[in-house]
């Protein structure tokens, strides 16, 4: 038996960057999915899958991606590396697998990256594939993009894989060479306060493919791979090139929100983690304004906690909903909580969640 544990993510800054070639700077959460691998039960010659938040497994007969039946969508994440390790020729074996996660599902913190993660890592162990950390990263990123359809950028996984206790991680999404920036929350007397708005995620999936397509138009038209290529200083020639607003907006977005990163991680290199407030919040007047990918119960908990004193504070994630992040001093926790517990209910919206988070580590395995 095999067993491995992932984590979900929360991304300090840099949303919306990753499928540009960009910098991202997420770290990895103490929840996660724990996945267990192992042979089939004798005279059985397939796949099965059980997960504890479902009520019925799945059990599949072993094929390729091309092959796959129709199956519920949360046991395309685990079946994906199955199929597509099939189609790389690899002879997979008839295994049961198991998994059981404590990451909300539907907040955005990634619930899906630490299936996917915990999954290929227990069979790269399992199966003795010793993939490397490159291997490792693509296959879990085409899992979500072919198997499961989702045309997601990247970040979510590779923090999953290599995130570290104490440090978030500068990933830079082109060459997916990453760092571990020091994240000392305790030592400054700071805390990452978290409020899961639980706002229904609206159109997500559409708007994000749609920002996506857009952001990738905008590079063709400017004549670039890939918008990580107009710096901060060019921005301004490269919105005098396009004639269309909307994509005026998502490139503003996306070249200031990569030079956020840049900014925030030359400052907790310096070891000033209290001076990336502001540029925290400057990222969310961007995803609000610019990349319009907001909604106001997500808007309401970031002026919350700005009126409650916040650092800074903004949505974390693909947006349409989901979390959002507060840099709070650990005394006013409480009280920056009791804000936006307040807000809501004076906005009718449902009651948010609240609780802290700090960088924990990427995957690792479990005794079994
Ligand atoms: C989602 C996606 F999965 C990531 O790849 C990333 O694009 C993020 O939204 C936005 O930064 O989490």
């Known amino acids: ?72 969508e949360w046991s395309r994440y685990v079946l994906g ?9 690899v002879d ?19 619930s899906s990256a630490a299936l996917v993660c915990s999954v290929t890592r227990a069979l ?44 978030a991680l500068f990933c830079d999404m082109r060459s997916h060479e990453t760092r571990a920036v020091p994240l000392d929350l305790a030592g400054n007397g700071l805390a990452v306060l978290v409020a899961d708005t639980r706002a229904p995620h609206r159109h997500s999936d559409g708007e994000y493919g749609a920002r996506r397509s857009g952001c990738e138009e905008a590079a063709r038209r400017l004549g670039v791979p890939a918008l990580r290529d107009v710096t901060a200083a060019d921005l301004d020639d490269a919105l005098a090139q396009l004639n269309d607003d909307e994509l005026r907006r998502y490139v503003r977005h996306v070249v200031t929100e990569d030079d956020r990163v840049l900014s925030v991680v030359r400052l907790l290199d310096e070891g000033r983690l209290p001076d990336v407030g502001p540029l925290l919040t400057a990222s969310h007047i961007s995803m609000r304004d610019d990349f319009r990918i907001t909604v106001p119960e997500v808007d309401t908990a970031v002026d919350a906690l700005h009126e409650a004193g916040a650092l800074g504070a903004r949505m974390t994630g693909g947006g349409f909903g989901g979390c959002v992040i507060g ?11 009791e804000a936006v517990r307040a807000a809501f209910a004076d906005a009718g919206f449902g009651e948010p969640s609240l609780f802290t988070a700090a960088p924990a580590a990427g995957a690792h395995p479990v005794a079994g």
């Open 1 to 72: 038996m095999t067993v491995w544990r992932a984590p979900g993510r929360i991304n300090l800054v840099g949303e919306h960057t990753d499928y540009n070639d960009g910098f991202v700077l997420p770290f990895a959460l103490e929840v996660g999915c724990t996945a267990v691998v192992e042979p089939a039960s004798p005279g059985r010659d397939g796949w099965s899958v059980r997960s504890a938040q479902q009520a019925e497994p799945v059990v599949v007969r072993r094929s390729g991606l091309s092959a796959a039946p129709d199956v519920p």
């Open 81 to 89: 590396a199955l199929w597509l390790l099939t189609d790389r020729g």
């Open 92 to 110: 997979v074996p008839a295994l049961d697998l198991r998994v059981d996660s404590d990451v909300p599902s539907g907040a955005g913190l990634s």
């Open 124 to 167: 790269d162990d399992h199966l003795g594939l010793g993939l490397d950390d490159d291997a490792l990263f693509a296959l879990t990123r085409d899992v979500e993009n072919d198997a499961v359809g989702a045309p997601t950028g990247g970040m979510d996984q590779l923090v999953s894989l290599r995130g570290e206790a104490g440090h």
């Open 327 to 337: 840099l709070v001093s650990e005394q006013s926790v409480e009280s920056a909580g």
